[in-house]
């Protein structure tokens, strides 16, 4: 078993951790974005659509897709559970999820994809050739400032983001905070609840994964 890694991407880091907090070591296989390493035949051989990360297994077969891969070791190691326990427990750790995914992670990667100067020709993930588009980058930030806003909300009624215990949900939100902060998108300086939690996700021994 190997996992196709990024140590500088977000998305890699998330399994990362997940990883981590599971107690399982993975070999891994670095592929530098920033250099096009994931658009050369090399990697594409390995993963066509060109992301990262990518599990290959002891016989071959691969898994992509970020919360793909933390499902896949979520299943072959149940403890400690980051995905949850309960049908309720997983629906509304899933739900957070998805949210802190398609609210904050994705508009902070537009953002960056469309002001870093080695992503110019490369607006859309895994692809070449795709000219940056600045007049979407005022749009995306305010699509971060509504999640932050959203985040604040429910970390002042909770502990953590997908309830009271700590969850993948965490790991996508502190993953796209310390994203957000390459760009300048860190968490407002109002929003005490946040940066509680902030505070105790990063300092668990998972985060410098």
Same mark, same amino acid.
């Given at each position: 078993?190997?996992?196709?890694?990024?140590?500088?991407?977000?998305?890699?880091?998330?399994?990362?951790?997940?990883?981590?907090?599971?107690?399982?070591?993975?070999?891994?296989?670095?592929?530098?974005?920033? /250099?096009?390493?994931?658009?050369?035949?090399?990697?594409? /051989?390995?993963?066509?659509?060109?992301?990262?990360?990518?599990?290959?297994?002891?016989?071959?077969?691969?898994?992509?897709?970020?919360?793909?891969?933390?499902?896949?070791?979520?299943?072959?190691?149940?403890?400690?559970?980051?995905?949850?326990?309960?049908?309720?427990?997983?629906?509304? !750790?899933?739900?957070?999820?998805?949210?802190?995914?398609?609210?904050?992670?994705?508009? !902070?990667?537009?953002?960056?994809?469309?002001?870093?100067?080695?992503?110019?020709?490369?607006?859309?993930?895994?692809?070449?050739?795709?000219?940056?588009?600045?007049?979407? %980058?005022?749009?995306?930030?305010?699509?971060?400032?509504?999640?932050?806003? /959203?985040?604040?909300?429910?970390?002042?009624?909770?502990?953590? %983001?997908?309830?009271?215990?700590?969850? !993948?949900?965490?790991?996508?939100?502190?993953?796209?905070?310390?994203?957000?902060?390459?760009?300048?998108?860190? !968490?407002?300086?109002?929003?005490? /609840?946040?940066?509680?939690?902030?505070?105790?996700?990063?300092?668990?021994?998972?985060?410098?994964?």
């Amino acid at each position: 078993m190997k996992l196709y890694d990024c140590t500088m991407a977000p998305n890699p880091r998330r399994v990362r951790i997940f990883l981590a907090e599971k107690g399982v070591r993975v070999p891994m296989v670095e592929v530098d974005i920033v /250099a096009g390493e994931n658009l050369r035949p090399e990697y594409l /051989a390995v993963n066509p659509r060109g992301l990262l990360p990518t599990l290959e297994l002891d016989d071959g077969r691969r898994i992509d897709e970020t919360v793909a891969i933390c499902r896949y070791f979520e299943e072959t190691v149940p403890e400690p559970s980051l995905m949850g326990t309960t049908p309720l427990e997983k629906a509304e !750790i899933e739900s957070w999820q998805r949210h802190v995914e398609f609210d904050g992670f994705l508009a !902070i990667g537009d953002v960056f994809r469309n002001t870093a100067p080695q992503f110019t020709s490369r607006r859309i993930a895994g692809r070449s050739g795709d000219a940056a588009l600045p007049a979407l %980058v005022e749009q995306a930030r305010e699509r971060v400032a509504a999640f932050y806003d /959203a985040l604040e909300q429910r970390l002042a009624a909770s502990e953590y %983001v997908g309830g009271p215990r700590f969850s !993948i949900a965490d790991i996508t939100a502190l993953c796209a905070v310390d994203f957000g902060k390459w760009v300048g998108l860190g !968490i407002p300086e109002p929003h005490a /609840a946040s940066l509680r939690w902030y505070r105790q996700v990063s300092a668990r021994p998972s985060a410098k994964a």
